[in-house]
Each structure stands twice: as C-alpha cells, then as structure tokens.
C-alpha cells in the first residue's frame, strides 16, 4: 500500500529529476544574490514539485499564502508587550483558527502554525522583533522563490515529457 501523496512509480523518476533540477536551480539563485543557506526555498521546490503544472500552481499558492498568514500572526504576536515561549503555542493555534476557519485558506493548513512557531522562536530567543521580521521576510521570499522555480521546473519537465511521449 503507497503512502497518500507518494508518486507512483511512473512519475517517481520524474520528481527526483524535477527535484534535483529545482533546488539545483533556486540554490544558486539565491546564492548569487548572497543567501548562503536558502533551505526554506529548497524545501518549497520538493514540497510543491508535480508532475502537472496546475497542481505546482495549486500547491505553491497554498504554501505561500499559508507561509504569508503564520509569518503575520508570528509578527503581531512578538510585537506584543512580553513576549515569551508561553506565547509561541498561543500564535500557533491562532494561525490554525483564522486559517481553517476565518479565511479558509486552501490546502496544508500546517504551513502558518509551523511558520509561527519559525517567526517567533527566532524573535523570542533573541529578543528582538528585528529578528523576526527577518525571519519572516527570508521564509516568506524564499517559499515563494522555491514555489516559483517549482513552477517553472514542472513547466519545464511537462514540456519535456509531452513531446519525448509524442515521438514514436
């Protein structure tokens, strides 16, 4: 029995292929532009990685919209007077509640409260707000780079197969 969201073993090739291509790719994009350690956009490449173009649009939108919601809550709550550990399980719930049910987000729900407990530990251990917003602003850049080149890479790959399966 295959675990859900496991390729099959058709497509497994595939994704290893669009995989290695996509974080080959953001790594020394972001490398270039002086990010030493892009894991956030390397892990949105084999997150949002398809076989079909409009499923890497689905998931990539999902991811970024989700990332966007926990890195908000994670900011107002390490903006708030006395910022603690007690208040990072607090923003995790939060960003559950408001994503599952006030603007009911599509898609991994989990995204925003890991990115709340990401936000808020980096801002709580140094106690600095600066540091969570930096946070918050590299996480949230480098989902959207990797879901990008994500994209483009399951592009890139539909193209390729199309026309290898079209030929005789």
């Known amino acids: 029995m295959t675990a859900p969201g496991t390729p099959t073993s058709l497509s497994t ?9 996509g974080t080959t790719i953001v790594w ?12 956030w956009a390397m892990i949105s490449v084999a997150i949002v990685c398809e076989p079909e173009v409009q499923s890497a649009k689905a998931a990539t939108l999902s991811r970024v919209l989700h990332t966007l919601l926990g ?7 390490v903006a708030l007077p006395g910022s ?10 939060m960003a559950v509640l408001v994503g599952t ?12 409260p890991v990115t709340v407990a990401l936000v808020m ?14 946070t918050a602003l590299k996480r949230a850049g480098e989902v959207l780079a990797g879901g990008g080149v994500a994209v483009l890479v399951s592009w890139g790959m539909s193209r390729f197969m ?4 079209d030929t005789p």
Not at 28 to 39: H, K, Q, T
Not at 84 to 93: K, V
Not at 121 to 134: C, F, K, N, P
């Open 84 to 93: 603690g550990f007690w208040q990072i399980p607090l923003g995790m719930g």
């Open 101 to 112: 049910h006030l603007v009911k987000l599509p898609g991994n729900w989990r995204i925003a």
């Open 121 to 134: 530990s980096a801002g709580v251990l140094q106690h600095s707000g600066q540091v969570a917003l930096y």
């Open 71 to 77: 890195c908000v809550i994670g900011l107002l709550m």
């Open 13 to 21: 090739p595939q994704h290893a292929l669009q995989i290695v291509l």
């Open 162 to 165: 199309t026309v290898e399966n």
């Open 28 to 39: 020394a994009l972001l490398a270039s532009l002086g990010d030493a350690n892009p894991v």
